[in-house]
């Protein structure tokens, strides 16, 4: 089981915290997915040509996406993934 | 010495979620920066406060930011933020990325060569107009206040030498969550790795902007210039100049109020039109 927790922007449209899914295999599995059971997320994880959005930043166990293996990274059961959105506003 | 950059001047609607101004900055129509700089020299006189009515662009960049031992990121767009990084890696200093909207506050330090810098976690800015602003879904002022603490505790450590565990902050007012992550430099960054600072190189056209939620356009010029505003007033129909300073020339036009700053800007309110607003600089200033 995964553990994913999500920016607040976009818990309020989750309704929820903390989410587990079962039997993802790498994180753009877990992104289809995530978009899958939230249609509503669909803008905000991914750009008009279907990629993950420039400024989603995805961490596992903490440690940043840019450090493994990008989108292609493998997830394993336990794993804990922190999605952080970079804001403009100010 | 603390150097103050801001574009704007003070309206009504900035009183409820930035501090440093009163009713008086509004009626007086004075831009951000030199507002902000007599308040605090009232509040600390001892301290030397430079007042930057000017617009950070790739041209005047360099110079607005240099000279300095730290950069404070108070800005709401993404635009100048990349062109911050880059000016910051290309003279080595550091800057503190801070950003909020709703509920949400999230702060950075970026220490060329030795921490993640903006691009390591975001390669280009996002679409335009794909990112919620302050001006859509509003800030919620005590996470403003909050996110500006957690950035000027890295300030005042970094200044003084204390050592900081470097991370991306998060703080949620609906969540009560802090969450914080470490970001590793990326190995083929773009900006810290190879060096290419494409948003100092950028090229500036005459840019136009509409600003949100307001019949209100922003200017701002191609070149770096210096306009003297009381000979440029003298040589206007006295009956369209409303006053003129050092810092700020005001007309006031059958269809539209300029308010013009010696560096070239204006802005343009009661029109939301850009092409219009820069037919009317061109009338009025340009030519
Ligand atoms: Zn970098």
Known sequence: MIKVKLPSAYQKLAASHHIELNGMTNVRHLLSVLCERFPQLTDELLDSAGQPELNLLISINGE???NLQGWDTNLM???EVDLYL???GG | MLRLIDRDIVEEHNLSTQMLYDECDVSDVVPKSIAAARHLSAINSNSTFEAQAAELTPANAAKLLGGVDLILDA?????ARFLINDVALSLDIPWIYTG???YTGLCMPIIPGKTACLRCLMEEPPEAGKLPTCENVGVWLPMVQAIVAVGTTYALRML???PSE???HELDFQTWQWRKVQVARRVDCPACEQRNFKFLQGQTGMQATKLCGRDMVHLSPEMEVHINLRVLANKLAADLLVKVSEDLLQLHLPEAEIYLFP???AFVKGISDTTRARALYNRYISS
Request: aromatic share 4%; hydrophobic share 40%.
């Open chain 1, 64 to 66: 940043p996406l840019s």
């Open chain 1, 77 to 79: 059961d336990g794993d």
């Open chain 1, 86 to 88: 970079l804001l403009a």
């Open chain 2, 75 to 79: 800005t709401d767009n993404f635009e």
């Open chain 2, 100 to 102: 909020a909207l709703a």
């Open chain 2, 160 to 162: 003084t030498g204390q």
């Open chain 2, 166 to 168: 470097i991370a991306l």
């Open chain 2, 263 to 265: 560096d070239g800007r």
